[in-house]
């Protein structure tokens, strides 16, 4: 009998995280699909301790090694999951009903998040959203992106699911920090290959207006002045994609 539901991953290092990720789906996932961007940890390991499927694959862009990794998968369904990404329980048994109804028309489903800082959970100030990540493989699209995810659903017939994913992404100052300038250099690329220009409002204004809207406009602060360090890792992060598209701006003036 086919596969009903693959799971896909891309990791890089993520031996912290990952077991309670796929501990948490290895119930309903008929196969576990993970794209290693040349982890040197133990996510390999802990990846084939769960029977997933492994392949090892150079890091360019997020949307690539998705895409490659949907080449690999043969479920009926796909569920898109991050490493630091735990399904609920809730949640695994809402999938279960879904896939499990074959007079469902639906192609794509909504998955509502629960993100935690430090590990306790954020409600505001951008943190509360869902995101498409249960799909028919075969209504699925994935494209190329070097930080955010592009995927759609072929047909638009979408819903809601209302089971929760608990994001762990923040899980540390340092290593938020250290994701946060990796983000603000790929965002960076990115918006140097479209053609965006930096300059001093960019670079000087954006950063604290970012702070501005998530703290204050967005009301994080109702989730507790802990979450100050976020926001102003997001202002960080927001002041190294504009320094850095500043650097790449100016070594392509100078080639010319």
């Known amino acids: 009998m086919s596969a009903k539901l693959s799971v896909l991953m891309i990791t890089k290092n993520a031996a912290e995280t990952l077991e309670k990720s796929l501990a948490s789906i290895k119930k309903i996932a008929d196969e576990i699909i993970i794209v290693d961007s040349m982890s040197t940890d133990r996510t390999v390991e802990i990846a084939k301790n769960y029977l997933a499927k ?61 993100n935690f800082f430090l590990d306790k959970p954020l409600q505001f100030g951008g943190e509360d959203y869902k995101m498409l990540r249960l799909f028919r493989r075969v209504k699925l699209s994935i494209k190329p992106s070097l930080v955010h995810n592009r995927i759609e659903v072929k047909e638009q017939k979408t819903g809601y699911l209302k089971g929760k994913i608990f994001h762990h992404s923040y899980r540390s100052i340092f290593q938020m920090f250290i994701k946060f300038t990796d983000y603000g250099v790929r965002m960076a690329k990115e918006k140097y290959l479209a053609g965006e220009r930096s300059s001093f409002r960019k670079i000087f204004l954006n950063p604290p207006h970012m702070f501005w809207a998530r703290f204050i406009e967005d009301k994080g602060f109702e989730d507790g002045l802990f979450r100050i360090p976020l926001d102003l890792g997001f202002a960080y992060m927001e002041f190294i994609t504009y320094i850095f598209l500043f650097i790449l701006n100016i070594k392509n003036k100078k080639s010319k």
């Open 54 to 114: 492994v392949y090892v694959k150079e890091f360019t862009d997020i949307g690539r090694q998705r895409i490659f990794g949907l080449s690999k998968a043969k479920g009926k369904w796909v569920l898109i999951l991050d490493c630091d990404e735990i399904v609920s329980e809730r949640l695994m048994n809402e999938i279960k009903s879904k896939i499990d109804n074959n007079r469902i028309k639906i192609n794509g489903y909504y998955i509502p998040y629960q």
